[in-house]
Structure formats: C-alpha cells, structure tokens
C-alpha cells in the first residue's frame, strides 16, 4: 500500500512533464534573450509568423516583444475572422502590434485562414512570395507541437523554429491543476497522433 502511494504520484509527476515538453517544443532555450549569429539556433530570422486562436493577445504581445529584442525584421500574422461581421483575427493582431509600436510596414497578413492546416498552407504562399528562407513560429505552448507538423508538411523547405508562449490565459506551467488544461492537452495529443499518422492529410 506505502508503494501504491509513491508510484502513483511519481507516475503522474513524470506524465505531466512529458506531456508538457512535448506539446511545446521550444527551441530558444539555449538563446540569450536577443539573437546572436556565433550560435547555432540563436541567430535572427527572415520573419516570425503569429498564428490566432486561444489566447490571441498573448501570442501577439509575445511576437511585439520578439520584434523588438531582433529577432526578425518582418511579422506574418494569420488567422480569419471568427465573427464573421468583424475584421480577420489578422487584421485584429495587426492593430494590436501597431498600437504597441510596430511598424505597419513590417507586417504581412494571412486574413482567411480558419484551422492550424490553413496557416500553415497560407504561410507557406507567403513565405514564397516574400523570398522567406526561416521563420520563427509563435503560438500558444500546448499548440506548438502541432502547429510546426502543419507546418513541416507544406512548406519544408523552410526553416522552422518553435518559440511557445507558455504563459498565457489558456495555458501555463500549471496547466495540470485545472480542466481546462487537461482539455486541451488531451486534444491536442489526439491531433498530433492524428498527423503523425496523415489522417489529416
């Protein structure tokens, strides 16, 4: 009975962090907080490309913040409108990253995708149009690990880094303490083995 009560819980510590890693992937863990071109992983990138859904704001203020500190002259945002009598998500992450100081310039939107599939395959038209050889993709952490699947199957011969944000409304180190959290590792565990399979496809 004692070991009943020390396997469980070590069990479910070593599933919640495997969990954790593996939904969001992050590849900046090595990097100072701004780009440096003497290491491997940590030089800057042709764009950072932002995708809508969940905590939206947090994504863009996270991209904002990137931008500033170097790391890509350029911001692709993407996303369709989810009320359909207002703008695109787009055009709403585009504003906030003005407001915040952005040149709008230095902004390229993607106004019509409506799934993580649909911002993959629009991105990587406008990662042709643009002459965009890497990219820096941002989006929520439990949402990271599938978004550069989408990514990798339609545009690979791009060069894809993951930079989560892991500290947004929907999702935080402490995801395993609330419903919420499990919904949406639960899910997104199911697409990722969904895509790993090209059931998708």
């Known amino acids: 009975m004692i070991r009943f009560f020390i396997v469980i819980p070590i069990f479910l510590i070593v ?21 440096n071109a003497n290491i491997a992983g940590c030089e800057s990138a042709d764009a950072l490309v932002v995708l809508s859904g969940g905590d939206t704001n947090a994504r863009v203020d996270k991209s904002t913040d990137l931008f500033n500190k170097g790391w890509s002259s350029k911001i692709v945002f993407s996303g369709a409108a989810q009320d359909k009598s207002g703008p695109s998500n787009a055009k709403a992450m585009k504003t906030r990253a003005v407001n915040a100081g952005i040149d709008a310039d230095r902004i390229i939107l993607d106004e019509t995708s409506e799934s993580t599939k649909e911002n993959a395959i629009n991105s990587c038209t406008i990662f042709k149009t643009e002459k965009i050889s890497n990219a820096i993709i941002v989006t929520s952490g439990y949402h990271q690990r599938r978004a550069v699947l989408e990514f990798h199957n339609y545009c ?37 083995i969904e895509l790993s399979l090209g059931v998708n496809k």
Request: net charge negative; with cysteine.
């Open 156 to 192: 690979d011969s791009v060069g894809l880094r993951n930079y989560p944000e892991s500290q947004d409304k929907d999702w935080s180190f402490w995801w395993w303490t609330n419903y919420r959290g499990w919904s949406l590792a639960i899910s997104e565990l199911a697409k990722n």
């Open 15 to 35: 599933l919640i962090s495997l969990v954790g890693v593996y939904l969001q992937p992050n590849d900046f863990k090595k990097c100072s907080e701004a780009p």
